[in-house]
C-alpha cells in the first residue's frame, strides 16, 4: 500500500463519504477551489469533483457556518463544518453546545444532529495565543459531542471515516505539527469505530494515557525507556470523550501505575477526570498516585523558546515516568 | 387592499383562535395554579404567527423560539402531544424533556424551539440549505422577536442566507420590546427591515395587526423563496400585551403604550374583518367553541398522561450503540 500523509487520509475519507452519500457535504472558510481548498488543503480537490454546493466557502461566520451544519443536519444530511482553528469555537459555543450537543436529548430523540466539526489547533508553530490551543475539555464537559482526535495517518482516515457515519455531532481536532506525518494508507473504507482507545505500544511498568500529539512524544519516550529496562504501555485514545474506559482501567489494573498527558493546560484538562476516574475504579491495583502531565497554565506565547519551554516536556515526561516506577 | 381567498381567510382566523385560546388557556391554569412552568404569552401576536403558518405548506420547516406557542400551535402540532411536553408529560412531543421552550415536532415541520435569542437564524439556513442541496422545494421560516435583531447570528446568517439564495423567510416579530427593554432602549434604527438593505436582501415592515398586510407579506416572501429568489426579511409589527414571562411584571410598559397596543389589538380587528367577509357571528363563535373544546380536552389528557421515567435522563444523549 502506498503511504499517504494524514492531510491525504482526511482528504481520502471525506472523498469516499461524499462519493457514497449525497448528503455529505463540507462548509468552511476557504474550503473550496477557489480559496485552495482550506488552509491545510484537506478539502483540496474536492470541489472539481462534487462541485459548490458541496463544497460551500463561506463567510468568516463561524456562528452562522455552525448554525448551518445543525440545521442541514435535522434535514437529514451530513454536514462537515470547519473551523479553521480551534480557538474560533470561542465565537460559536452557542450552536455547537447549547444547539448541536442537546437537541437529540431536548427533542426526546427526534432531531440527532449528524455533523462533523473539523478543526485545527497546535502549539509549536509559532501562532502564539488564539490560534494554538488544545480546547478538548470545554467540549468533554458538554454531554451528547464525541471528541476525536487523531495521532497517525492510518487512525485519521478511519475516524474520519466513522466520525461522518455517527449520528451525533462530533468534534475531529486536527494538529497542525501531524499532518505531515506519513504512514501507510489503510485502504478505501476504512473505519475506526469511535469510543476505542489503541494500545499503541504494549508495556507492563506503567500505563501513559494520551492523544493526538504527544502519542509521538510517548512513544519516543517509551523507546528511549526500554532501553533503560522500564516498559511503558502507550494508549492512544484517539476518541477523547466519551474515552475507552475499559482499555484505560483494564492497562492500568496491569501495570499499577499511570500518566495522563496532554497538550491542553493541564488544570481542569481531561487527564484529571482520567485520572479521578483511575483512582475510584482501580484503587486496589494502583503502585502509586496517577500523575497528570499537560500544557503551562498561560496563554502560549509567542517566541519560539518561550512556545517551547510552554509544551509538555519529554524531559518532564521521562522523570515522571521513573518517580512513579521508583527509579529516579 | 388586496382581498384573501374567503378559504384562507377563515383558516387564518381559525389559526388565530388555536393560538389564542391556547395562551388563555395556559394562563388559566397557571394563575389557578394548576401547573407550575415557565411560560412566554404570546397575546397580541397571534394573527402574525397565524398568518405565517398559514403561508406555509405542511412540509415546510420553521424555527422559532421560546415565545413559539403561536407558530407551534398554528402549523399544526397535535394539542395533546403539545400540551403533554408543557406539562412536562411522557405524552409530550419531546417526552417531557424539552418543555415549553424546546417544543420540536419534526411531523409537522417544527424543527427547532430555541431558548436562546438569535440562535434560530443559523440553523434556519441549514434547513434551506439541506432544502437548496436536495431541491425538495421547501422553505425554511424562522421567527424571532426585535430583541434578536441585535445579536451576532442575526446578521452572520442574513448575509449568508442573502450570499447561497437560500429559501428562507426571516420573520421579525417586532413586539416592541427585547425581555424587559424597549425598543428605542435597545436599537436606535428606524425599523429592523431596513437592516436587510445592508444584506442586499429584500426587508418589508408590516402591519402585524392587519391580516391585509401581514398574510400577503407572507405569502409574497414563501412565494420568493420557493421559486429560488432568495430570502425575505419580514417585520410584522405587533405589540407583546403580556409581560416577558408568565408572571413578570410589565409596570415599565409606559401607560401611553399600553393604550395603544389595547387599541392595536389584532383579535377585535380580525374579527370585524371576518364579519366584512359575511362570517357570521354565530359561525365564528362555533369556530372558538370548538377550538375551546379540544383545548380542554388535550389539557385533560395532559394532566391525566404519566411522567416521563427517570430512565429517561439517561437516553437519547448520543445514540445508542451495541
Known amino acids: ?328 | 387592499m388586496a382581498q384573501i381567498d374567503r378559504d384562507k381567510l377563515l383558516d387564518i382566523y381559525t389559526r388565530t383562535m388555536k393560538v389564542n385560546r391556547t395562551d388563555e388557556k395556559f394562563r388559566e391554569l397557571l394563575m389557578g395554579g394548576k401547573v407550575a412552568v415557565m411560560y412566554y404569552c404570546v397575546r397580541g401576536q397571534e394573527l402574525v404567527s397565524a398568518a405565517a403558518m398559514a403561508a406555509l405548506e405542511k412540509e415546510d420547516y420553521v424555527v422559532c423560539t421560546y415565545r413559539g406557542q403561536g407558530e407551534q400551535t398554528a402549523k399544526g402540532i397535535p394539542m395533546e402531544k403539545w400540551w403533554g411536553e408543557c406539562l412536562g408529560k411522557a405524552t409530550g412531543t419531546c417526552k417531557g424533556k424539552g418543555g415549553t421552550m424546546h417544543i420540536t415536532d419534526p411531523e409537522t415541520g417544527i424543527m427547532v424551539t430555541t431558548g436562546v435569542v438569535g440562535s434560530g437564524l443559523p440553523i434556519a439556513n441549514g434547513l434551506a440549505m439541506a432544502s437548496q442541496n436536495n431541491g425538495d422545494g421547501r422553505v425554511t421560516l424562522v421567527s424571532f422577536g426585535d430583541g434578536a435583531a441585535n445579536i451576532g447570528g442575526f446578521h452572520e446568517a442574513m448575509n449568508m442566507a442573502q450570499l447561497y439564495k437560500l429559501p428562507v423567510i426571516f420573520l421579525c416579530q417586532n413586539n416592541r420590546y427585547g425581555e424587559h427593554t424597549s425598543y428605542a432602549d435597545h436599537t436606535d434604527s428606524p425599523n429592523i427591515a431596513s437592516r436587510a438593505a445592508g444584506y442586499g436582501m429584500k426587508g418589508v415592515t408590516v402591519d402585524g395587526n392587519d391580516v391585509h398586510q401581514i398574510y400577503p407579506a407572507m405569502q409574497e416572501a414563501v412565494a420568493r423563496a420557493r421559486a429560488g429568489e432568495g430570502p425575505t426579511l419580514v417585520e410584522a409589527m405587533c405589540y407583546r400585551m403580556m409581560g416577558h414571562f408568565f408572571g413578570s411584571d410589565f409596570s415599565y410598559m409606559p401607560p401611553e403604550h399600553i393604550a395603544e397596543m389595547k387599541a392595536e389589538d389584532p383579535l377585535p380587528k380580525l374579527r370585524q374583518v371576518m364579519l366584512d367577509y359575511q362570517f357570521t357571528e354565530e359561525e365564528l363563535d362555533a369556530i372558538v367553541a370548538d377550538i375551546n373544546a379540544q383545548i380542554d380536552a388535550a389539557v385533560q389528557h395532559a394532566l391525566d398522561a404519566p411522567l416521563p421515567d427517570t430512565d429517561e435522563i439517561y437516553k437519547d444523549v448520543l445514540e445508542e450503540t451495541a
Open chain 1, 1 to 328: 500500500m502506498a503511504q499517504i500523509t494524514m492531510t491525504q487520509a482526511l482528504n481520502l475519507a471525506i472523498d469516499e463519504a461524499m462519493a457514497d452519500d449525497p448528503g455529505v457535504f463540507c462548509l468552511g472558510e476557504d474550503v473550496s477551489a477557489k480559496q485552495g481548498g482550506g488552509v491545510f488543503k484537506v478539502t483540496s480537490g474536492l470541489t472539481e469533483k462534487y462541485g459548490e454546493h458541496r463544497i460551500r466557502a463561506t463567510p468568516i461566520s463561524e456562528t452562522a457556518i455552525i448554525g448551518a451544519a445543525v440545521g442541514a443536519a435535522l434535514a437529514g444530511q451530513r454536514p462537515i463544518a470547519e473551523i479553521m482553528l480551534m480557538n474560533f469555537v470561542g465565537v460559536c459555543m452557542d450552536q455547537i453546545v447549547n444547539h448541536a450537543a442537546k437537541l437529540r436529548f431536548m427533542s426526546g430523540g427526534q432531531t440527532p444532529c449528524p455533523i462533523v466539526i473539523r478543526t485545527t489547533t497546535g502549539v509549536g508553530v509559532g501562532f502564539g495565543g488564539q490560534h494554538s490551543d488544545m480546547l478538548e475539555a470545554w467540549f468533554a464537559h458538554v454531554a451528547g459531542i464525541h471528541v476525536v482526535t487523531p495521532s497517525n495517518p492510518a487512525d485519521a482516515r478511519g475516524l474520519m471515516r466513522a466520525s461522518i457515519d455517527a449520528n451525533d455531532p462530533v468534534i475531529f481536532i486536527e494538529n497542525i505539527l501531524c499532518y505531515g506525518l506519513k504512514a501507510e494508507d489503510p485502504g478505501p473504507g476504512y473505519r475506526v469505530p469511535l469510543g476505542k482507545a489503541a494500545i499503541a505500544r504494549e508495556g507492563t511498568d506503567i500505563s501513559l494515557i494520551t492523544y493526538g500529539r504527544t502519542v509521538l512524544d510517548a512513544l519516543a519516550v517509551a523507546d528511549d525507556l526500554a532501553k533503560e529496562g522500564i516498559s511503558v504501555e502507550v494508549i492512544d485514545l484517539r476518541t477523547i470523550a466519551p474515552y475507552d474506559e475499559a482499555t484505560v482501567l483494564a492497562s492500568v489494573r496491569k501495570t499499577g501505575r499511570a500518566i495522563t498527558l496532554h497538550e491542553a493546560v493541564r488544570p481542569f484538562g481531561t487527564g484529571a477526570e482520567i485520572a479521578a476516574n483511575i483512582q475510584e475504579k482501580c484503587w486496589d491495583s494502583l503502585k502509586g498516585p496517577v500523575r497528570r502531565i499537560g500544557g503551562t497554565f498561560s496563554a502560549v506565547p509567542f517566541a519560539s523558546h518561550l512556545e517551547q519551554a510552554w509544551i509538555p516536556q519529554k524531559s518532564d515526561l521521562i522523570a515522571q515516568i521513573k518517580a512513579s516506577v521508583g527509579k529516579l
